[in-house]
T-cell receptor
């Protein structure tokens, strides 16, 4: 049981380049989400999904796209990277708080992205 | 506007003493609160949670207290150990949603 996996661990982009951050979980969780962590800002929700085919915006969605074609995978796409997107990105999954509030979110190890 | 606030960016505590981490929130509709712990270069890991219908939840050395009238929660670690040195995030969610709103984190350092 690998839990939540993220690739790559590190990435350097030039302004305007595009890339996809990969996230996968093997716990059959319905809920998946992407956060970014910036100094002094804590963790901020970018996008989330409550199941395959369903996605919605979080607090800071601009500049990012997501899709959820399978339960296991939830990739995050940067279409045209900007220096403001330099951050550490975390993917998380959970069985869903609708399930009696006994579940919690499990986080991946993170992707450190630098945009020059 | 920050709905979940951790006003102390850092805290230093001697090993064996109590660590108290504080968190304030503004949205009275939050009904579930969690604490996560994060080591460098790792993702956050769940530590302890509390429902708004309770005012205390205990798990070993960790206790979370909730004061709904003050919109305040705190995490107590007794006794503190060097391995507790990490960044601690509090988070809150609304009823029947999966979205978590995180605070900015408090870096705890436990020294010998």
């Amino acid at each position: 049981n690998a839990g939540v996996t993220q690739t790559p661990k590190f990435q350097v982009l030039k302004t305007g380049q595009s890339m996809t951050l990969q996230c996968a979980q093997d716990m059959n969780h319905e809920y998946m989400s992407w956060y970014r962590q910036d100094p002094g800002m804590g963790l901020r929700l970018i996008h989330y999904s409550v199941g395959a085919g369903i996605t919605d915006q979080g607090e800071v969605p601009n500049g990012y796209n997501v899709s959820r074609s399978t339960t296991e995978d939830f990739p995050l796409r940067l279409l045209s990277a900007a220096p403001s997107q330099t951050s550490v990105y975390f993917c998380a999954s959970s069985g869903g708080f609708g399930s009696g509030r006994t579940d919690t979110q499990y986080f991946g190890p993170g992707t450190r992205l630098t945009v020059l | 506007d920050q709905q979940v606030k951790q006003n102390s960016p850092s805290l230093r505590v001697q090993e064996g003493r109590i660590s108290i981490l504080n968190c304030d929130y503004t949205n009275s509709m939050f009904d579930y609160f969690l604490w996560y712990k994060k080591y460098p270069a790792e993702g956050p890991t769940f530590l302890i949670s509390i429902s708004s219908i309770k005012d205390k939840n205990e798990d070993g050395r960790f206790t979370v207290f909730l004061n709904k009238s003050a919109k305040h929660l705190s995490l107590h670690i007794v006794p503190s150990q060097p391995g507790d040195s990490a960044v601690y995030f509090c988070a809150a969610s609304l009823w029947n949603t999966d979205k978590l709103i995180f605070g900015t984190g408090t870096r705890l350092q436990v020294f010998p």
